[in-house]
């Protein structure tokens, strides 16, 4: 460009600039003078009411100099945040900087594809001495959890698990001191429980990617699903807690107007295989891994200031099975009130089952289930909470896992166990009992959890009913206390004491470590 072309471009640039400042004035201007009424225009939008006393004042700094260096280093002065890396990370790695390598099309230009291979998980080792009442053991176990990720496109990947040192529900593990234990018999101190079979391996997608990429054209909808033996979480566990072999497909971000429902969820699912419930027992009394099958649906919606769960489902038993079948439904609504108190209210009730020859029914009646906790000054550090529950007849999950515990197992961490070493607990079965747990969770700065914890519950129908887990009322106090010595280790400690009256008490102390990868 010439000094005459340069000189000339910039005479030009000033009229422009000076046109644009000033329509920019008179639409600013414009709009300040509009009344809300004439910037609505959508019949479907109205003004919200707001209390002006919940707006703080904005700071005020006279008596603090203004520190331009200090105000830089707030968005350049950053760090990486260390983080464990996967065990084995090919291809694109989990988290990087920088651009990402330009994808592929193998699944068309709206589906990009690419190459990512993870292995992850976590390395659990725990030192402990339980008394459940039957046996006094002091040991140390271990377990291995390992994820398998391959992700070849931004919705679709194959996922698997094993547990290599677990089999058959116990953990590798050495039994060292208490009364109970091998007394130093080497032929059963240390038991190596050796498993590679796969606990879990599926396909997880997005229909609507998918056609998107097969198509060329853009879908208006999402449909992500999953197919082969995976696992299936409803109600934060409560509900349904499984992995088997089956199929699952949602249909996502619904909403209605009219019925004033912002998000709505349906997700249907069938196993086939796999499938596990307590209330389904096979030939030697164990709950049956093997011929039962499970039909259901789930709902998740956001509405009446509060979030609504709900779901079917129908557990089929087959080849001697088929007097155990029955149908499961539950309903559950979690809300904030005000600023105090957030709740979540639950009910699961499990009917329909016949059993042949008069035989003991093993899924029958309905759980009350009342989760609070308290909206305290420290909101994110110091939460109280109570709750409550209350059982009648023999109530069952839809489908739950051998070591996934009770439908009790968000009661309190009374009623938990550690899935390592058989910590003791109290009954999680819900069945013809009524109680709750009372505690305080405390996390220093947001990395140091301490819980606290009073749990008990009464039996319903006398002591020794026949067909009821609990023989009579127990009552527990609980200690927990964790924090992350590094970015990757956790350490954990255990406690509790348990009393019951028509049983042997309960007892145990642990310490865990944790090595998440």
């Known amino acids: 460009m010439t000094n005459n072309s340069h000189r000339r471009s910039y005479f030009w640039t000033w009229p422009a600039t000076a046109f644009a400042l000033i329509a920019g004035a008179l639409i600013v201007t414009s709009f300040q003078s509009l009344t809300a009424a004439e910037i609505i225009t959508d019949p479907a939008a109205k003004e919200v009411e707001y209390e002006s006393s919940v707006f703080r004042p ?82 140390v176990a271990t377990r291995l959890n390992l994820e398998f990720d391959y992700r070849f496109t931004s919705t679709e990947r194959i996922h698997w ?87 699952a497909v949602t249909i996502p971000a619904l909403n ?49 200031e509060g979030y609504w769960e709900a779901g079917v489902a129908h557990l089929d038993g087959e080849s001697g099975l088929d007097d155990q079948s029955f149908t499961n439904m539950t309903v559950a609504f979690a809300k904030r009130y005000q600023a105090w108190l957030s709740n979540s209210s639950r009910v ?42 209350a059982g009648f007849d023999r109530p069952q999950s839809a489908a739950r896992a ?26 999680d079965t819900g069945h013809n009992t009524a109680g709750g747990a009372v505690g305080m969770e405390y996390l220093f700065a947001l990395n140091r959890q301490l ?8 039996v319903i129908e006398g002591e020794n009913e026949v067909g009821r887990a609990a023989r009579g009322d ?5 200690l927990r206390y964790q924090f992350p010595l590094n970015e990757a280790w956790i350490f954990r400690a255990d406690a509790m004491h348990g009393w019951r009256t028509e049983d042997e008490n309960l007892a145990g102390a642990r310490f865990e470590i944790r090595r998440k990868f």
Not at 98 to 125: I, K, M
Not at 361 to 389: C, H, M
Not at 402 to 413: D, K, P, S, V
């Open 451 to 458: 819980v606290v914890e009073a749990a008990a519950f009464q």
């Open 161 to 247: 698990f094993i547990g290599p040192l677990d089999g058959q529900g116990e953990f590798t593990r050495c039994e060292l001191f208490g009364d109970d234990a091998p007394n130093n018999d080497p032929d059963r101190e240390c038991e190596l429980q050796g498993d590679l079979n796969l606990d879990a391996l599926f396909l997880e997608g997005d229909g609507g990617a998918i056609y998107s990429g097969l198509s060329g054209e853009y879908s208006s909808i999402d449909v992500p699903f999953a197919v082969g033996l995976m696992p299936l979480l409803f109600q934060n566990g409560i509900w349904l807690e499984d992995a088997f072999t089956g199929a």
């Open 256 to 304: 209605s107007p009219l019925l004033d429902i912002t998000n709505m969820d349906f997700t249907f699912f069938a196993g086939i295989d796999k499938v596990t419930n307590p209330g389904i027992l096979d030939d030697d009394g164990l709950t049956a891994d093997h011929n039962v099958n499970i039909y259901g649906a789930a709902t998740f919606i956001d509405a009446s």
């Open 348 to 389: 699961v009730y499990s009917f329909g089952q016949d059993r042949d020859d008069n035989a003991q029914q093993t899924a029958d009646g309905v759980i009350f289930l009342i989760e609070n906790s308290l909206i305290t000054r420290k909101p994110s550090t110091w939460v109280p909470y109570f709750n409550f529950f």
């Open 58 to 139: 904005d700071p005020a700094y006279e008596d603090v100099g203004y520190d331009s260096e200090a105000q830089l280093e707030i968005y350049g002065g950053k760090s990486a945040f260390p983080t464990p890396r996967p065990l084995i990370e090919l291809g694109r790695e989990m988290y990087t900087v920088g651009s990402y390598e330009e994808a592929g099309t193998f699944l068309g230009t709206l589906n990009p594809s690419y190459n990512q291979f993870l292995v992850y998980g976590d390395w659990r080792t725990a030192v402990a001495f339980n008394d459940n009442g039957l046996a006094e053991v002091g040991q």
């Open 402 to 427: 051998g070591g996934a515990g009770g439908i009790l197992e968000n009661t309190g961490i009374n009623f938990e166990t550690d899935g390592l070493t058989g910590f003791p607990k109290l009954d």
């Open 474 to 478: 127990e009552y527990a106090l609980g």
